[in-house]
């Protein structure tokens, strides 16, 4: 057990602790989702040794006299540690380490960021970062590979574009690369050229970006280790408890299997694989059980439909508005979605799909539909992000148990760029929550972090209100697909579990579940949205160990 | 835990155990090498809840009054549990599920056998199976692919030699393939050609032998599931507790994974990585800790620098004898070696080097000297199989501290073909197992299973006596080089467990390590080979539970 100094009484103790001891945290105002799916209140929790919760108890409850320990919390917000339903772990331990550009306003300030990283880190045979966003920059065209080498010129420079759709390279990183004006772009992907010619200008697009990522030295496992040690520090320090792992690779899941080995596997991570081949490999036959006390399972497959909005990589019905001649780039065909997508749940593996605009979620849904014939029973089909939707398609969300993985920031933070790429007229069922909850879907909610920060309250609070940290635009983005508070924590703890399988596991603090949670400052069920951003987590506990 | 009914009383009871339960099994005619390297006697063990060793009993010795369970072990001889030292545990396996050749006597039998199964056995795509020994046949040439296709043309054939360094095909399967006459012999390999022509003939050595495995259909997941319970089913019958698997996959490694996570990894498995890149996938930045229980443990690497005698791919100072145009194939050059060795001991890694001539053997010697300097501390450099050593050079295996791995029954099966390939001028150093424990090198036995029987009771016998199971030889084979019995004691349980790092773990009945042991019927120490051979193994306990 790990514990770290902290304001409640008897902690130290706890270290020496006996076999089958339980504790009472008391005087708390605790706020979960029930069994019944209804937001209650409590003020008492009591876990057992093995970190499950034994009872939850309301004020006036006479208090158990057979735990071991009694802890006092103050009279402090308690809650279910947040779940956070669509994030990439190693991502974002390793955009941690790396040179991050997302606080960038201005093509110059990024250049200057750039010159002063490669300067601390002259031991680094490539300079690689992430981040960057030339629509937040005001740009109105992709930066260059010129501009970099203007900095530097003798070592390879490789950034990624904030949403991961699209990356940036100096002159020596093409060079290593080998790409050259007699490449053409590779199927699912675009090399920007300069203009008037063919030479490779610097930006490389979606599938495009494997002709420089081939030669990135890849990371050794110590790296791995730092990384992954990384954002499960990020993670807590955000309350997050659990995360739903999106693209989790074979080194991926060895590192996650190094840190449960050794005990080091603090945060819970819902695994899905970033192909057929790789889920297999990794679980067999079926998904694997529950490791680690619950701290681990690969449960299915993720896999890409289309790319993004920012890129223009979404697949849309209708061309994009600001680019007639394009309608998106499709990464699958629907025969290979559908028998992916079957060979999947033959093994009774989950599949999640990154489906952005509206012609890859009606694709999505279709197919569904389809195999829904098939495979019945309890099959929890996730769409991941599920941006754009046809509005006239949005009633199948509530159909064949459809799970709608959303993440709040990226409406706040692709509202203007949403608007340039679709126009104003197909908007409606963009990043649609109350619709998808009003036909009976079920929303999970997420950050897709490392492309947006890993904070739940941040989402939660625009989640309630469709304003950004500026509380703009005053009154709320389509204010109509605002969520309840109550439906937003559901998405981010309840439901984050039950789109993982892990409901029964953890995500509400009911009996039997883990003890994962948070003593917060302020209660969100009642604070403004800009108080909720606010929030000060006071205590992090993970099945019933304190871990911040 | 696993119980299976017994002539022990009151073990039905122990289902039922309550936590911190102690087990006497008295009355034994117990036999163990203790801390100091002795063989010593007992007459009763205590193990505790854990599954580990808690104090030996002499005769006369006060029995402790605090255990939970005394079982009356009726003055049977108990017995570490037998290590391997090397073998292939998934090819156990999936050579117990394949066709085995292995007891033909001439090609006619093997026909006809084969021809049998491929009835038996109408709805697999491939008929693969192994074991077939020309020389065993009396042949005096290779089997040919149109011998197959008499018997079977419609479906491919693939059928792997009994040393493994070899496999034979019907024309199907060489068509399947697409080899051709247009194919050159690929490095380190030899495609067997129809006398007179280019055509394959049917046989394909060592790294030819690739071009039709690739076309062969990968086991599903499920298939290796089986074949790993199989191969635990023969070891444990065959009263080997733990093994080292020489030349781990990710997917074998996944295997042995999974069936640690449901609790039904019952052999402990020291584990040896077939390259780098798969070592460093698995195992990370060093060796994996001791997972579930001290059963498995990804420690090292397992390098192949030549083939083998039988099919000429071992490399020899001077050439063979029957076939004075060749001396073997080398399958590293002394770099790559080098190279491999410092990469796995830069981040403790162990290495386990197949060397079977005498040039082989002679590399690697240097090489662990040249690396000694650089990677001191306890690095326990393994030699696999060592089959032929130049006497000038037998010193050698006394520095550093070399470990032999050696395999008794490879002696009597390739007595009369070593003899043919060296001539008999250069036997003086082969299977030269007394002369490396008298330079002060360790001995750790195995089977090279499946290429031999998992049968460390008969290899245990070949030790003592260099006669096969008809006990020729009259008076052994190079007698002088037989070990005794205490030595082969050693090799085959606590010397093979330090070979691969698990002494403290397991391999002696000594306070601390794992109680792994049997309950045999007669006394190795004092039987007869030919009776040590026909040692019956009434009980299998590993970590303190019956398994059989």
Redesign the interface.
Known sequence: MRFVSCTLAAVAALIAAPAAADTLVDNVDGITVNESGDVVRFTGLVFDDDGKVRELLKRGDDRPTDVDFALDGEGRVMLPGMIDAHAHVMGIGFGALLLDLSDTNSLEEALTKIDQFAKDNPGRPWILGRGWNQEKWGLGRFPTAEELDAIISDRPVWLQRVDGHASWANSKAIEVAGVTAANDDPVGGRIIRKAGSRAPAGVFIDAAEALVNKVVPEP???D??AALAKAQEILLNNGITAVADMGTS??DW??F??SG??GALNVRIMSYATDGDTM??????GP??W?YDDKLRMGGIKLYLDGALGSRGAILKEPYADEPQTRGLPLMTPAQLRNTMSRAALDNFQTAIHAIGDAANSDVLLAIQELSDTYTGDRRWRIEHAQVVDPAELAEFGKHGVIASMQPLHQTSDRTMAEARLGPDRLEGAYAWRSVLRVGGKLAFGSDAPVEPTDAFAGFAVAISRTDANGQPFGGWLPSETVSREAALKAFTSDAAYAGFADGHFGRLIAGERADFLLVDRDPMLASPSAIRETEILQVWVGGKRMR
Chains 1, 2 share one sequence.
Do not use: K, M, Y
Not at 280 to 285: D, N, R, S
């Open positions: 050794r496992p110590e791995r280790d074979i080194q060895q590192t299997r190094r080995d050794r297999e490999l990794i679980a067999g036959p694997t059980p490791l």
